[in-house]
């Protein structure tokens, strides 16, 4: 039993899925852009939308781009920022930034 659980943690281990972010096992602590808005609009405004999951089992909160940008009274979108946080899978943090006038 014991070689089993073993193999099976390696296996977790060493097998590794093609994701959009940089993924770590431990804290994932990123900031990437998404290809959004126009790049002719300024950034006078900056408005953010936020969800968060809880042991990889509940998940909840509204970081849609929409969000984010009504909550900054942003009506034309210059670009958006997505921000991941997640410490060992237990507790995550999805930010949308919408910049814009």
């Known amino acids: 039993m014991k070689k089993?659980?073993?193999l099976l943690a390696l296996t977790v281990l060493i097998t590794g899925?093609?994701?959009q972010i940089p993924v770590?096992?431990?804290?994932?602590?990123?900031?990437?852009?998404m290809q959004v808005g126009?790049?002719?609009?300024?950034s006078t405004k900056v408005g953010t939308a936020m969800s968060q999951s809880?042991?990889?089992?509940i998940a909840i909160g509204d970081?849609?781009?929409?969000?984010?940008a009504q909550n900054g009274g942003?009506?034309?979108?210059?670009?958006?920022d997505w921000?991941?946080?997640?410490?060992?899978?237990?507790?995550?943090e999805y930010t949308t930034t919408v910049y814009g006038e």
């Open 4 to 6: 089993a659980l073993l």
């Open 54 to 57: 809880y042991l990889g089992m």
């Open 74 to 80: 942003i009506t034309k979108i210059s670009h958006v």
């Open 38 to 42: 126009d790049n002719s609009v300024k």
């Open 17 to 19: 899925c093609a994701t």
């Open 24 to 33: 770590g096992f431990v804290l994932i602590d990123n900031t990437l852009p």
């Open 63 to 68: 970081s849609s781009i929409q969000t984010a």
């Open 83 to 92: 921000k991941v946080k997640n410490i060992l899978g237990f507790i995550g």
